[in-house]
């Protein structure tokens, strides 16, 4: 007891030693908020089309690289390949990538070597190409285009409103124009839509 009473009385009358001090080893987590909607590198989404209301999917909960990112119908029996993570690369400007929830070493791109119109959107590790980096535009309704950040006028999207009601139907570039293929509607994981809209109800072309 008495060698007890001497290191408590030696740690309040010199301070805490610095081999007992327990480091601050909390990761920092980024976010990106647009438009008073805030996203978290430590949460998962999923981007409903705004015409169909099918969701953003992996096919096959594919890893390698050219797997392609399509349109399937909500599918809770497997709702890895329709949750996505973010990862930051500026809050100050919001702009991210994206990944699917299983593999976040992989991100979406554009296919190819080229950028245009048409070109298939695919999971590719990540290569500094700045295809990789995207950016959320919001419209008044709550729902958004995911717009290249070096191509703000152009976006991911079905490439018709047709397509957007295909099962497995690549995702494509888009030239923005508004239509509802073109934009998308983010939910929490459980299907919740996140929006600045007045009301989360939302009626879908089916």
Do not use: H
């Not at 030693?17 to 990106?32: D, G, H, Q, R």
């Not at 100050?92 to 298939?120: H, I, N, R």
């Amino acid at each position: 007891l008495l060698l007890l009473f001497i290191m408590v009385f030696n740690i309040i009358s010199k301070g805490i030693p610095n081999e007992l001090v327990i480091a601050n080893t909390c990761p920092v987590i980024k976010s990106i908020n647009n438009n008073n909607v805030i996203l978290r590198e430590d949460t998962l989404y999923s981007f409903k089309n705004a015409e169909s209301g099918w969701q953003m999917n992996t096919k096959g909960a594919g890893t390698a690289n050219g797997t392609n990112i399509n349109l399937y119908p909500v599918d809770f029996s497997a709702p890895v390949t329709q949750r996505y993570a973010i990862t930051v690369v500026s809050e100050s400007d919001g702009t991210f990538m994206l990944s699917p929830s299983y593999d976040k070493t992989k991100f979406l791109d554009v296919s190819g070597t080229e950028f245009a119109v048409g070109k298939g959107i695919v999971l590719w590790n990540a290569d500094g190409d700045p295809l990789k980096e995207l950016k959320l535009e919001y419209l008044p309704d709550g729902s958004v285009f995911i717009v290249f950040a070096a191509y703000p006028d152009y976006c991911i999207g079905a490439a018709s409103k047709t397509a957007a009601r295909t099962t497995q139907k690549q995702l494509v570039v888009c030239k923005k124009t508004g239509e509802a293929n073109q934009r998308w509607v983010i939910c929490d994981e459980n299907g919740l839509e996140l929006n600045n809209s007045v009301s989360n109800t939302r009626t879908y072309n089916m």
